[in-house]
């Protein structure tokens, strides 16, 4: 799972948020009556129990976990062990494309927050 399908939340054209099934949930439309109102139209799921941060923390997470992997496929070549070069490549390979990803979300986060505070009320 890449740090892009991680993030479980995205906004819909009509403005309404809505949260993506974890594996093992049942799919489908989150239905009305479990809807909060926030303010001008946004929607979000009562008791959805998934936080901006939670999002973001589980994002670090299998970004760390698929460089530990690539890591390891890395020692494991090294050391003889019946790991191939073009899978110890991929992996690695899949590690920095995830954590160029991140960073670009975090530039994105932090461009978002400065244009925020520059905003006049």
């Given at each position: 799972?890449?740090?892009?399908?991680?993030?479980?939340a995205?906004?819909?054209?009509?403005?309404?948020?809505?949260?993506l099934?974890?594996?093992?949930?049942?799919?489908?439309?989150?239905?009305?009556?479990?809807?909060?109102?926030?303010?001008d139209?946004?929607?979000?799921?009562?008791?959805?129990?998934t936080?901006?941060?939670?999002?973001?923390?589980?994002?670090?997470?299998?970004?760390?976990?698929?460089?530990s992997?690539?890591?390891?496929?890395?020692?494991?070549?090294?050391?003889?062990?019946?790991?191939?070069?073009?899978?110890?490549?991929?992996?690695?390979?899949?590690?920095?494309?995830?954590?160029?990803?991140?960073v670009?979300?975090?530039?994105?986060?932090?461009?978002?927050?400065?244009?925020?505070?520059?905003?006049?009320?």
């Open positions: 799972m890449s740090p892009l399908s991680s993030i479980n995205y906004i819909r054209p009509n403005g309404l948020i809505q949260f099934p974890q594996a093992g949930q049942a799919k489908g439309p989150i239905p009305a009556a479990e809807l909060n109102q926030i303010s139209g946004v929607q979000v799921a009562k008791g959805a129990g936080s901006f941060s939670d999002v973001l923390g589980k994002a670090v997470q299998e970004v760390s976990a698929k460089q992997a690539a890591s390891e496929a890395v020692t494991g070549l090294i050391s003889g062990q019946n790991v191939s070069l073009h899978q110890a490549m991929i992996s690695m390979q899949e590690a920095n494309v995830s954590f160029q990803l991140m670009e979300v975090r530039n994105k986060l932090l461009e978002s927050y400065q244009e925020l505070m520059r905003m006049s009320i």
